[in-house]
């Protein structure tokens, strides 16, 4: 068992004056000659396996070796063609919003913040498709205290708390008494809070 408290999408910051908007609505603008050095790649092997099976139709959940083959194949090209400027994480929000590269790809809660410092900056979850990842609190088995760590979760999960989590990393909560005090600007933000239809 585990508890939600926070969640989100990957997707595609980008640079409204360095990439046409028309690209980013592809994962293939990871590839694209046009912005070569320019990409920030995640450093993350489920993100970027997840993003090269989506760019060739297959499901970010395969297990068939000839897709994963692939979907490897196709990152080891990206790198050696010289596409990807830097591979990293938690930075690239601030390199996008210093102006270090076209695009980048990035939690959902990152490109909000990044957002709200450069408004040059924009964010895309490709058409193929991509993850909403959950961030969950579990307690182990083998835990020896059981009784502080639900408190702890207890808490994580009350409004105050979630309310603050939200707004200091800017990812979007599964607890409905927090959605209802963000507010309808915030709930009804498509990178926040996307229509999962």
């Not at 139709?57 to 196709?74: I, P, V």
Request: with cysteine; hydrophobic share 40%; proline share 3%.
């Amino acid at each position: 068992h585990s508890v939600p408290y926070q969640w989100g999408t990957l997707g595609i910051l980008y640079n409204t004056e360095m990439v046409d908007a028309e690209d980013v609505k592809t994962w293939n603008v990871l590839w694209n000659e046009k912005y070569k050095g320019q990409v920030l790649m995640m450093n993350s092997i489920r993100d970027a396996m997840g993003i090269a099976l989506k760019m060739q139709g297959y499901s970010m959940n395969s297990a068939d070796y000839t897709q994963l083959r692939a979907a490897a194949d196709l990152l080891i090209q990206q790198k050696q063609s010289g596409m990807v400027k830097a591979y990293g994480l938690d930075e690239f929000k601030d390199k996008m919003v210093a102006g270090e590269a076209a695009l980048a790809v990035v939690y959902s809660g990152d490109a909000e913040y990044a957002i709200e410092l450069n408004d040059k900056l924009a964010y895309s979850v490709p058409d193929e498709g991509s993850n909403v990842w959950v961030d969950c609190a579990v307690i182990p088995a083998a835990a020896k205290n059981k009784e502080n760590a639900e408190k702890f979760i207890n808490f994580m999960c009350s409004t105050a708390a979630g309310l603050k989590n939200c707004e200091e990393t800017w990812y979007s909560t599964p607890l409905l008494s927090v959605r209802e005090e963000l507010g309808a600007e915030v709930v009804e933000d498509s990178f926040a809070y996307p229509d999962m239809a």
